[in-house]
């Protein structure tokens, strides 16, 4: 018989669990949720979800469940291709999934339901489109009670968009160590005293947390009557207002987005033909694309068929990526914020709750072009180091050399001391042999730089 | 600037708590206190915002049908 495993993610709601059994992923609805799920299928609200493409499709099968005892129901979800982190979000993916969050409560009201829950991990991403997926959040709603999810969705989405908004927008990387979504007083304090005069922001954030402060974490006694339905739509509105109301724009400071303009049209033309080539010849599904800038490369994979995560550090890049890719309705293609010498570490409960980044793969094929000088050179990393992380990250690579006399090594030289005696093709081509096998390895026209397509071994 | 909003909303709401309402996370007593104070104001809002929208469409309708 072979094992189920549950996810070490899915363990705080008791309405049921995820969990996968050989290569095939499960939802557990336990007896406890029966009536809520009943109402969430019988009212109609899952089909408009669904068809709407907010809410993850299921199909209930006839499997064995993980714990026999407690169950009603199993449901095989529809798999996403990659699970993404709020902490990986830039700030358009951040605002649209916090907007999906409350249209779905929109309409779970109007079917006589509600949320339970708000957190931004409920949330992932097909290509450029949130989608919600949690099927269990659902539970019948009472007119007159306030949203039990209130104060969760104001830290997991409220809070971090007012950030990335109006202090900086690399602050989602606090969610890095509150598992729980930004502390309502930590985001009154960070925010600065004029946004008190945005009256959802006064109201939402520096007024909740002094009635957070006033009153602890406590139990909760509120009073249960005097919130109806029209406030509760008043709610939902009032918070998609401000929500929309807090922008960014990655013109600024955040200027990046220049690596490419040192090419020649003909080698920039010759470098993308490559790897289009590269591309077919290894046939992957899923590609990792490292240093990705605006996507240019991923969407040559993406555009092949394969489900590609285009990830970059430079939060202006990601967005531009995916205000393009949002636009073109592209469905392979996810851009995510990362910083690759210091990726997402697994986090929460026994640092299991969320998948490192490496814990989310490998790629079938892994993208590094313009990027090994800033890891070897800008991060001081010896070129073994680089190898066993591309191991580790990919079956195939397609890798470019960019050698020492590239205006833009000479970029990050300008101010340094050159201690990089190993940077050259010889050291970089041993060094990827322990590990890979080289199949190409193509000088790029018009440029030094040289692209490879390698095979992991071993 | 808030603290006398919060000392009165704390002291009429600590005097009638009513039954706790049971979730499988704590709702936050304060983030449900602050829910029931902005209900007047949040209902009103949209009773305003639907109003307008209603008229816009009706508007646009008989423009429309012109």
């Given amino acids: ?458 | 600037m808030l603290s006398p909003i919060v000392n009165v909303v704390s002291g009429v709401f600590g005097g009638i708590s009513a039954e706790p309402i049971l979730a499988y996370l704590d709702p936050g007593s304060g983030s449900m206190i602050l829910q029931v104070l902005i209900a007047g104001t949040l209902s009103s809002l949209y009773f305003m915002r639907s109003s307008i929208s209603y008229m816009k469409t009706w508007l646009s309708g008989n423009k429309n049908a012109r």
Wanted: hydrophobic share 40%; glycine share 8%; aromatic share 10%.
């Fill in chain 1, 1 to 458: 018989m072979i094992e189920s495993a549950r996810s070490e993610a899915s363990f705080r709601d008791p309405s049921g669990f995820i969990f996968d059994r050989g290569r095939e992923l499960f939802r557990q609805v336990n007896l406890s949720y029966k009536d809520d799920y009943d109402r969430l299928i019988g009212s109609g609200l899952y089909a408009e979800l669904v068809g709407d493409g907010l809410l993850i499709p299921h199909k209930e099968v006839d499997a064995e469940p993980a714990i026999a005892e407690a169950a009603y129901r199993v449901l095989r979800p529809e798999r996403v291709p990659f699970v993404s982190y709020p902490y990986e979000w830039c700030f358009g993916q951040y605002r649209d999934a916090a907007l999906l969050t409350l249209e779905v409560q929109r309409r779970a009201i109007g079917a006589g339901m509600s949320l339970k829950d708000a957190s931004a991990y409920n949330v992932q991403f097909r290509g450029a489109r949130p989608v919600f997926i949690d099927t269990l959040s659902f539970e019948a709603y009472h007119e007159g009670e306030p949203w039990v999810a209130y104060r969760q969705f104001c830290q997991h989405f409220l809070a971090p968009v007012a950030l990335m908004s109006r202090v900086d927008v690399r602050l989602p990387q606090i969610l890095r160590a509150n598992i729980d979504g930004v502390p309502m007083d930590l985001a009154s304090r960070l925010l600065p005293w004029r946004t008190r005069f945005n009256p959802g922001l006064l109201m939402h954030v520096h007024l909740h947390a002094r009635l957070q402060g006033a009153h602890g974490g406590g139990s909760s006694t509120a009073p249960r009557r005097g919130f109806g339905r029209r406030s509760m739509l008043g709610l939902i509105d009032h918070l998609a207002s401000t929500i929309r109301g807090l922008r960014w724009s990655p013109e600024g400071e955040w200027a990046g987005y220049t690596e490419d303009n040192t090419y020649s049209a003909a080698a920039h033309e010759h470098k993308r033909k490559l790897v289009a080539e590269f591309l077919e010849i290894a046939g992957p599904s899923t590609v990792w694309d490292l240093g990705a800038n605006t996507g240019e490369y991923s969407r040559i994979a993406s555009g092949r068929g394969s489900s590609t995560v285009s990830f970059d550090l430079d939060p202006a890049c990601v967005e531009r990526n995916y205000i393009e890719a949002a636009r073109d309705g592209e469905a392979g293609l996810l851009p995510l914020v990362l910083d690759l010498a210091n990726p997402s570490p697994g986090l929460g409960w026994r640092n299991r709750e969320r998948a490192s980044l490496t814990g989310r793969g490998p790629a079938d094929l892994v993208l590094a072009l313009a990027l090994i000088h800033h890891l070897a050179i800008a991060n001081n990393l010896p070129f073994p180091h680089v190898v066993d992380f591309f191991h580790e990250a990919g079956r195939w690579l397609v890798v470019e050399f960019v050698p020492k006399d590239d205006p833009q090594v000479g970029r990050l030289l300008r101010s340094r001391r050159d201690i990089f005696d190993a940077y050259n093709l010889k050291e970089f081509e041993a060094s990827f042999r322990e590990r890979f096998a080289i199949h190409r390895a193509e000088p790029i026209a018009e440029s030094g730089r040289v692209l490879y397509l390698m095979q992991g071994t071993g």
